[in-house]
């Protein structure tokens, strides 16, 4: 099936710190959203976007939905060690209904206290 | 509150044995997903619905099997054709139609020895 291209794969990083993360792909998409799983639970929805250009904020989170629609970003300021977890990115197709989101393979957080 | 639930948190069952795992939501939400998740791997589609008495197959439904039968409910049967069915399994719902967000239960780990 399709993929997201989501990278990086890992990241450790430094408490304090801020952190960059992003998804892409040929195909355009008209939703994108993201995602934090902890271990042993369930992905949990931290923003959606539905438009071109858009950029949502969730507290120290923020994500862009890239002007191609082939792409989105997500920014962590100053982490903290319970941002520990893995980001998943997940898009809907242009023009395939509702059909199955795509998923991103993840980006696994390591943050040093 | 209004949620996805999915139980047992871990269920263990000998080679051999079928086994179902419960997948309910109160969202009313149309659709439903399961998803397959191995250690340090991303999410594969298993099957999903968009209405009650509808199913798709997704990325490997091979050796698993769905029914729709209450819009609340989509149990998946893992059955002994599965060759490797030791994972965490994940529901999800989202509405069908309007807006595309996707929420997770908290997930089934099965262990088959």
């Known amino acids: 099936g399709q993929q997201l291209n989501q990278s990086p794969q890992s990241m450790f990083i430094q408490e304090g710190e801020d952190v960059s993360m992003n998804c892409t792909s040929s195909?355009?998409?008209?939703?994108w959203l993201w995602y934090k799983q902890e271990p042993g639970e369930g992905p949990v929805l931290l923003i959606a976007l539905y438009k071109a250009g858009e950029l949502t904020s969730n507290g120290r989170l923020t994500a862009q939905f890239g002007i191609t629609r082939k792409d989105s970003f997500l920014n962590i300021s100053a982490s903290i060690p319970s941002d520990v977890g893995i980001y998943f990115c997940a898009g809907q197709l242009t023009g395939t209904g509702n059909t199955p989101l795509v998923f991103g393979k993840g980006t696994r957080l390591s943050v040093i206290a | 509150d209004g949620g996805i639930t999915q139980s047992p948190k871990y269920l263990f069952r000998k080679e051999g044995q079928n086994v179902t795992l419960s997948c309910e939501q109160n969202?009313?939400?149309?659709?439903m997903y399961w998803y397959r998740q191995d250690p340090g791997q991303g999410l594969r589609l298993i099957y999903y619905s968009q209405i009650v008495n509808d199913f798709q197959k997704g990325d490997i439904a091979e050796g698993y099997s769905v029914s729709r039968e209450k819009k609340e409910s989509f149990p998946l049967t893992v059955t002994s054709a599965q060759k490797n069915p030791t994972a965490f399994y994940l529901c999800a719902s989202r509405e069908r139609g309007g807006s595309l967000e996707q929420y997770f239960g908290p997930g089934t780990r099965l262990t088959v020895t």
């Open positions: 195909s355009i998409f008209n939703t």
């Open positions: 969202l009313n939400h149309d659709a």
